[in-house]
T-cell receptor, first 113, second 116 residues
């Protein structure tokens, strides 16, 4: 069975500082990994994905994620946080054979001015 | 505009009164799925469908039914709602043809259901 863990319920950073939101996964075979963001009263929006290739993946709004196979991690990063980045972030793994997606519990990112 | 549309956005009902939450997508996606979101539990999959007339249970299917008679629609049915089904529900879709499950999910804006 596949699983995703987001070890931090909450991440607080100051505007302009780098941010990291952590994610580790467990899956048999090669993983399809995704990050989504959720703003209040909205559905989840896709940020970026890792399928294969370069370990550093670039996505929307200046976000990037680093895939580390040996540590089974897929941490979300941004070099300089904005107040508008404050939201709920979800890491997800997708079964490449059946399409089933499993989500982490989410991490609330708060960026303070 | 490409989108997933859920209705209604808010629903308050009483225990045992059957209800349906509709979901429609206009992107010709094969894959559709329902999730519920509860505080501290993330998103949990209820049911999913890889194509018309093909549906499968997710992680928390008890108390729910779905149908996929047309490609664009994937309604969620609660035959006899109970208070523990009070939650925020999301419908999502994605490309699924040929095993292309490396595509992201597109989500609706959610349905907040309260069962009293």
């Amino acid at each position: 069975a596949q699983s995703v863990a987001q070890p931090e319920d909450q991440v607080n950073v100051a505007e302009g500082n780098p941010l990291t939101v952590k994610c580790t996964y467990s899956v048999s075979g090669n993983p399809y990994l995704f990050w989504y963001v959720q703003y209040p009263n909205r559905g989840l929006q896709f940020l970026l994905k890792y399928i294969t290739g370069d370990n550093l993946v670039k996505g929307s709004y200046g976000f990037e994620a680093e895939f580390n196979k040996s540590q089974t991690s897929f941490h979300l990063k941004k070099p300089s946080a904005l107040v508008s980045d404050s939201a709920l972030y979800f890491c997800a793994v997708r079964d490449p054979r059946a399409g089933k997606s499993t989500f982490g519990d989410g991490t609330t990112l708060t960026v303070k001015p | 505009e490409a989108q997933v549309t859920q209705n209604p956005r808010y629903l308050i009902t009483v225990t045992g009164k059957k209800l349906t939450v509709t979901c429609s997508q206009n992107m010709n996606h094969e894959y559709m799925s329902w999730y519920r979101q509860d505080p501290g539990l993330g998103l949990r999959q209820i049911y999913y469908s890889m194509n018309v007339e093909v549906t499968d249970k997710g992680d928390v299917p008890e108390g729910y039914k779905v149908s996929r008679k047309e490609k664009r629609n994937f309604p969620l049915i609660l035959e006899s709602p109970s208070p523990n089904q009070t939650s925020l529900y999301f419908c999502a879709s994605s490309i699924g043809q040929g095993g292309a499950y490396n595509s992201p999910l597109h989500f609706g804006n959610g349905t907040r259901l309260t069962v009293t």
